[in-house]
């Protein structure tokens, strides 16, 4: 979940969360006026940080630059038997909306409005993200709406809520994602026409994404070596990250209750990724059976040298794979804390979770740097977004 802002000269930061992430956002030149919402007589940790540095420094120079103010994520659980198995998808989302806002001090009547990113749940979520409005002590004053752009769906709330601060409709916002890939299914493509069969554009949009990753490894010589090598990196960066507390600062522990097989009931606190798999091996990856075909293997005005962190969503190791070779990207730039094939892709909010997980790491860097956040889209799209880090 991020938070998002409008103004003048001094800090900012992003807010994400995992099954569920939230991001405040606003525009440079109204960070004067936005202040004084945003620092409270209090000394959080969380505030000290966000206000510790006047962000002059080697910020923006435009004063119509937007910001990310802050952002949390919960943790990410294996779809049906992760610890969030039980756990309904508005739970997760107001548990990333109170903290992202309690980190900051905020009121959530300042804010203008609020977009939540949706794939899965019906209407795109629209019910649920207004339940999860009230939940988290939100008045009815504050409106809220979701957006569904599939894998992209967190990353658009972002782009969103940056343009209605952009074209002044509003001073202040939250961009969210949120999925529960446990307690709703991916294969119904709902009602469609049947003359679907007679375009061939309208019928590739159907054609399941794992087999779109199959096409992509077949087409640009992807080999299933190649893949395994790069899923275990994958595993290896995400538990090092875990090992090393990288993931500490931006995970809200969330209670919530686990049903065990049999049928017994008991309260979890989760507040550690699910899918990570430190002892993953090249060997043991290789014994794996291909999950879709039964012979398969499944910029910017910046150029590539420019950028520090590439959050590349690994929704498939043959599509990740491509984009690297393709562009020519030092692996040591991408996904240096593991991506999706070792934390998870809930698909609605995956985008605002690599947001939130690329400031965390370029603001460890400690220095001015800029990354890249990009993921492929079911139907055939594509997203991405450049973000600027200005230095401590």
């Known amino acids: 979940m991020c938070y998002v802002t409008a103004e003048r000269a001094e800090c900012v930061q992003l807010c994400v969360l995992s099954h569920l992430t939230a991001i405040l956002v606003v525009v440079m030149h109204r960070i004067k006026i936005l202040s004084g919402h945003l620092r409270p007589p209090g000394s959080s940790e969380h505030r000290r940080d966000l206000w510790r540095s006047e962000c002059g420094c080697a910020g923006s120079s435009s004063p119509d630059d ?9 943790a990410v659980g294996k779809a049906k038997r992760g610890a969030f198995k039980d756990t309904t998808p508005d739970e997760l989302l107001s548990a990333v909306m109170t903290a992202v806002l309690t980190d900051v001090g905020l009121s959530p009547d300042k804010l203008g409005d609020v977009c939540v990113g ?18 988290s002590g939100f008045p009815e004053t504050v409106p809220v709406y979701t957006v569904n752009r599939q894998c992209s769906s967190g990353l658009q709330a972002l782009f969103n809520i940056a343009g209605a601060i952009r074209s ?3 001073d202040l916002g939250l961009a969210c994602g949120v999925e529960s890939m446990s307690l709703r299914s991916i294969g119904e493509p709902g009602d469609l026409s049947s003359r679907l069969t007679d375009n061939d554009k309208a019928r590739d949009c159907i054609i399941p994404m794992g087999i779109t990753s199959e096409n992509v490894a077949e087409k640009f ?6 893949q395994d090598a790069f899923a275990l990196s994958s595993q290896q960066k995400a538990a090092r990250a875990q090992d090393t507390g990288a993931f500490q600062r931006e995970i809200v522990p969330v209670s919530t209750r686990f049903v065990d097989a049999d049928g017994s009931e008991r309260q979890v606190t989760v507040d550690r990724d699910d899918g990570v798999r430190a002892g993953t091996t090249l060997a043991g990856l290789g014994k794996l059976r291909p999950a879709f075909k039964p012979d ?34 030092p692996l040591e730039k991408v996904n240096p804390n593991g991506g999706a094939i070792a934390l998870g892709h809930p698909l609605g909010c995956t985008g605002a979770r690599q947001v939130v997980t690329l400031l965390n790491e370029l603001r460890r860097r400690g220095r001015r740097a800029y990354g890249v ?18 230095g401590p």
């Open 66 to 74: 937007v910001v990310v103010v802050h952002g949390r994520r919960t």
């Open 168 to 170: 002044r409709s509003i």
């Open 296 to 329: 398969g293997s499944t910029t910017a005005g910046l150029t590539v040298a420019d950028i520090d962190v590439f959050e590349i969503n690994e929704a498939f190791a043959s599509q990740a794979l491509y984009c690297v070779e393709k562009l020519g990207i």
């Open 118 to 135: 949706n794939v899965l749940q019906p209407g795109a979520g629209a019910l649920m993200a207004r339940v999860a409005h009230f939940l």
């Open 221 to 226: 010589g992807i080999s299933r070596e190649q």
């Open 373 to 390: 956040v990009s993921m492929c889209i079911g139907t055939g799209m594509g997203a991405a977004a450049v973000f600027e880090y200005p």
